[in-house]
């Protein structure tokens, strides 16, 4: 039955047969070891990364029979193929109870019973919330706020509607020019639209500045970390996000800019319209879709690529960790910022890289289960995770 779903060749009853048969199966080794024993059967890939995804997809979409809450990621490893790995970790979590090791002689993975382990420190994922900070300074936790209105701003009323923040536009103004700032901590992330009717999603750990009424010739942001933006047209009014000392310029369009200080790179993707990338020392680099400009922060140097993947660039606004080729380091950033941790590494950070998705509702436990398959190892003390050799 999984070598027939795995081949696209199971019909929806027998799909349904063995759903049933992994939530009901009474022997939950011998439901891996017939796993295992079923994709060791494959020939080997030889690195075909379409293919290794198809096999992970449809890993992946089994296990959500099971526990649609669980997408695990897969590490690369160069001893044992990674297919093999990919789609084993996905369905072994669905089972559970069971740990999946090499044994030390024949390289083979095993399935034996888990050790017992300490109870690790419960961190749970980030949700949605930020912080408004009015024109007067004043601030709103949005948080815990239900629908309805939440201030009166120069120009327009705030609203919170379907858990996204809008501005409306008010009756009385004094034609004074007043901001609002949108900002959300680590493990929080928001959606605002703009008085403009620009849609705007925030990553963890980021910030937009903006007028609550769009009243002069430009409309101008400010953006720090990372956002996604589908920009209202207005040809009369170029919209524009300042970066710092850079900035993007827009007709109308969707974007992800990623800005955070302490990543290397200042990268801007492009998925429908144009925009144009310039620096504070006159660079500049029109985009079309599926093009990326990444601007060094440390030696200030301007590149381009069209072969980027948009997908996994916009991954963590549609609730997803997309590790595609991704290294340790940066790896971990993300999870500190979604997961509100400290991370710190006692050593040198191993040169290692991850692939694959997971979704981000997920407890960080469960998550470093799965990156522990790539021979790092973490230890979390309080909301201080540890990396290890």
Same mark, same amino acid.
């Given at each position: 039955?999984?070598q027939?779903?795995?081949?696209?060749?199971?019909?929806?009853?027998?799909?349904?047969?063995l759903?049933?048969?992994?939530?009901?199966?009474?022997?939950?080794?011998?439901?891996?070891?017939?796993?295992?024993?079923?994709?060791?059967?494959?020939?080997?890939?030889?690195?075909?990364?379409?293919?290794?995804?198809?096999?992970?997809?449809?890993? @992946?979409?089994? *296990?959500?029979?099971?526990?649609?809450?669980?997408?695990?990621?897969?590490?690369?490893?160069?001893?044992?193929?990674?297919?093999?790995?990919?789609?084993?970790?996905?369905?072994?979590?669905?089972? +559970?109870?069971?740990?999946? +090791?090499?044994?030390?002689?024949s390289?083979?993975?095993?399935?034996?019973?888990?050790?017992?382990?300490?109870?690790?420190?419960?961190?749970?994922? +980030?949700?949605?919330?930020?912080?408004?900070?009015?024109?007067?300074? &004043?601030?709103i936790?949005?948080? *815990? @706020?239900?629908n309805?209105?939440?201030?009166?701003?120069?120009?327009?009323?705030?609203?919170?509607?379907? +858990?996204?923040?809008?501005?409306?536009?008010?009756?009385?103004?004094?034609?004074?020019?007043?901001?609002?700032?949108? &900002?959300?901590?680590?493990?929080?992330?928001?959606?605002? /639209?703009?008085?403009?009717?620009?849609?705007?999603?925030?990553?963890?750990?980021?910030?937009?500045?903006?007028?609550?009424?769009?009243?002069?010739?430009?409309?101008?942001?400010?953006v720090?970390g990372?956002?996604?933006?589908?920009?209202?047209?207005?040809?009369?009014?170029?919209?524009?996000?300042?970066?710092?000392?850079?900035?993007?310029?827009? @007709?109308?369009?969707?974007?992800?800019? =990623?800005?955070?200080?302490?990543?290397?790179?200042?990268?801007?993707?492009? @998925?429908?319209?144009?925009?144009?990338?310039?620096?504070?020392?006159?660079?500049?680099?029109?985009?079309?879709?599926?093009?990326?400009?990444?601007?060094? /922060?440390?030696?200030?140097?301007?590149?381009?690529?069209? &072969?980027?993947?948009?997908? *996994?660039?916009?991954?963590? $606004?549609?609730?997803?960790?997309?590790? =595609?080729?991704?290294?340790?380091?940066?790896?971990?950033?993300?999870?500190?910022?979604?997961?509100?941790?400290?991370?710190?590494?006692?050593?040198?950070?191993?040169?290692?890289?991850?692939?694959?998705?997971?979704? $981000?509702?997920i407890?960080?436990?469960?998550?470093?289960?799965?990156?522990?398959? *790539?021979?790092?190892?973490?230890?979390?003390?309080?909301?201080?995770?540890?990396?290890?050799?």
């Amino acid at each position: 039955m999984i070598q027939r779903y795995t081949n696209d060749a199971a019909t929806p009853a027998e799909q349904k047969e063995l759903s049933d048969f992994i939530a009901d199966s009474p022997n939950d080794e011998l439901f891996t070891e017939a796993l295992m024993e079923q994709m060791e059967r494959y020939p080997s890939m030889d690195g075909d990364v379409r293919t290794f995804e198809g096999m992970a997809d449809k890993a @992946l979409l089994l *296990s959500r029979l099971n526990r649609p809450e669980t997408l695990p990621a897969m590490p690369r490893r160069s001893y044992i193929q990674p297919w093999v790995w990919a789609a084993a970790c996905a369905l072994v979590l669905v089972i +559970g109870g069971v740990y999946l +090791g090499r044994h030390p002689k024949s390289g083979h993975a095993v399935v034996d019973a888990a050790p017992p382990k300490p109870a690790p420190t419960v961190i749970s994922p +980030g949700k949605n919330g930020a912080i408004l900070t009015l024109s007067d300074g &004043s601030t709103i936790a949005l948080d *815990s @706020l239900g629908n309805g209105k939440v201030a009166s701003q120069q120009g327009s009323d705030v609203f919170i509607r379907q +858990g996204k923040l809008t501005y409306a536009a008010a009756s009385a103004t004094s034609g004074e020019v007043a901001y609002n700032t949108l &900002s959300t901590p680590k493990g929080r992330q928001y959606h605002i /639209q703009l008085p403009d009717g620009t849609e705007v999603w925030l990553n963890a750990a980021s910030s937009i500045h903006y007028p609550t009424l769009f009243s002069s010739a430009d409309r101008v942001v400010d953006v720090t970390g990372e956002a996604y933006f589908e920009v209202a047209k207005d040809v009369a009014h170029p919209f524009k996000v300042r970066l710092g000392k850079t900035q993007i310029d827009v @007709l109308g369009t969707h974007f992800n800019v =990623n800005a955070y200080s302490n990543e290397p790179a200042i990268a801007t993707t492009l @998925l429908e319209g144009s925009v144009r990338f310039s620096t504070g020392d006159g660079k500049s680099q029109l985009l079309k879709p599926g093009e990326q400009t990444r601007f060094d /922060q440390a030696t200030q140097a301007l590149t381009w690529t069209d &072969s980027v993947k948009v997908s *996994s660039v916009v991954a963590w $606004k549609n609730g997803i960790f997309d590790f =595609n080729n991704m290294g340790l380091r940066e790896a971990m950033q993300q999870l500190e910022r979604w997961y509100d941790i400290d991370v710190k590494y006692e050593k040198k950070a191993p040169k290692i890289s991850f692939y694959g998705k997971m979704t $981000k509702n997920i407890q960080l436990a469960d998550l470093l289960t799965i990156l522990e398959r *790539s021979k790092v190892h973490f230890q979390v003390e309080g909301r201080t995770l540890i990396v290890k050799p």
